[in-house]
Protein backbone atom coordinates (compact mmCIF):
# COMPACT_ATOMS: atom_id res chain seq x y z
CA UNK A 1 0.00 0.00 0.00
CA UNK A 2 2.88 2.17 0.77
CA UNK A 3 3.94 2.63 -2.68
CA UNK A 4 0.57 3.37 -4.61
CA UNK A 5 0.77 6.92 -5.85
CA UNK A 6 -0.93 9.51 -3.36
CA UNK A 7 -2.99 10.71 -6.03
CA UNK A 8 -4.63 7.10 -6.49
CA UNK A 9 -5.52 6.42 -2.63
CA UNK A 10 -7.08 10.30 -2.60
CA UNK A 11 -9.02 9.68 -5.24
CA UNK A 12 -10.29 6.45 -3.33
CA UNK A 13 -10.31 7.80 -0.01
CA UNK A 14 -12.60 10.88 -1.50
CA UNK A 15 -15.32 8.33 -2.80
CA UNK A 16 -16.27 6.75 0.93
CA UNK A 17 -17.98 8.80 3.04
CA UNK A 18 -16.65 10.67 6.47
CA UNK A 19 -17.04 7.97 8.94
CA UNK A 20 -15.16 5.55 5.91
CA UNK A 21 -12.17 7.88 5.63
CA UNK A 22 -11.86 7.73 8.99
CA UNK A 23 -12.00 4.20 9.37
CA UNK A 24 -9.11 4.16 5.95
CA UNK A 25 -6.65 6.15 8.57
CA UNK A 26 -6.81 2.79 10.18
CA UNK A 27 -4.84 0.95 7.42
CA UNK A 28 -1.61 2.25 6.96
CA UNK A 29 1.00 5.59 7.42
CA UNK A 30 0.30 6.34 3.31
CA UNK A 31 -3.79 5.89 4.15
CA UNK A 32 -3.77 8.06 6.98
CA UNK A 33 -1.65 11.12 5.73
CA UNK A 34 -4.63 11.21 2.98
CA UNK A 35 -7.70 10.10 5.25
CA UNK A 36 -6.05 13.58 6.91
CA UNK A 37 -5.56 15.62 4.21
CA UNK A 38 -7.30 18.88 3.58
CA UNK A 39 -7.73 18.08 0.13
CA UNK A 40 -9.53 15.01 1.14
CA UNK A 41 -12.41 16.44 3.58
CA UNK A 42 -12.47 19.43 1.48
CA UNK A 43 -14.53 17.19 -0.87
CA UNK A 44 -16.92 16.39 1.46
CA UNK A 45 -17.66 19.90 2.37
CA UNK A 46 -20.53 21.96 0.58
CA UNK A 47 -19.74 23.47 -2.28
CA UNK A 48 -21.28 26.72 -1.24
CA UNK A 49 -19.51 26.58 2.25
CA UNK A 50 -18.26 30.50 2.91
CA UNK A 51 -22.36 31.49 2.98
CA UNK A 52 -23.29 28.36 4.01
CA UNK A 53 -21.23 28.18 7.16
CA UNK A 54 -21.15 32.07 7.95
CA UNK A 55 -22.10 32.30 11.74
CA UNK A 56 -22.46 28.52 12.13
CA UNK A 57 -18.89 28.46 13.37
CA UNK A 58 -17.19 29.26 16.75
CA UNK A 59 -15.07 32.36 16.61
CA UNK A 60 -11.90 29.88 16.33
CA UNK A 61 -10.78 28.71 13.06
CA UNK A 62 -10.51 25.07 12.82
CA UNK A 63 -7.26 23.47 12.09
CA UNK A 64 -7.77 21.25 9.55
CA UNK A 65 -10.80 20.83 7.00
CA UNK A 66 -11.57 17.88 9.01
CA UNK A 67 -11.88 19.50 11.91
CA UNK A 68 -13.99 22.10 9.88
CA UNK A 69 -16.19 19.14 8.87
CA UNK A 70 -16.38 18.23 12.70
CA UNK A 71 -17.68 20.78 13.81
CA UNK A 72 -20.69 21.78 11.06
CA UNK A 73 -21.49 18.31 11.72
CA UNK A 74 -21.94 18.65 15.24
CA UNK A 75 -24.10 21.37 14.73
CA UNK A 76 -27.69 20.91 12.84
CA UNK A 77 -26.89 23.33 10.17
CA UNK A 78 -25.27 20.30 8.31
Known sequence: ???L???L???VVSLTS???ACR???VSRAFRAVADSDAVWSLFLPRN???FAKGELP???PSSK?????RLSDQPAL
Do not use: I
Request: proline share 15%; charged share 40%.
Open 1 to 3: MER
Open 5 to 7: PEE
Open 9 to 11: LMR
Open 18 to 20: PPD
Open 24 to 26: AAA
Open 49 to 51: LPR
Open 59 to 61: RTS
Open 66 to 70: KELFR
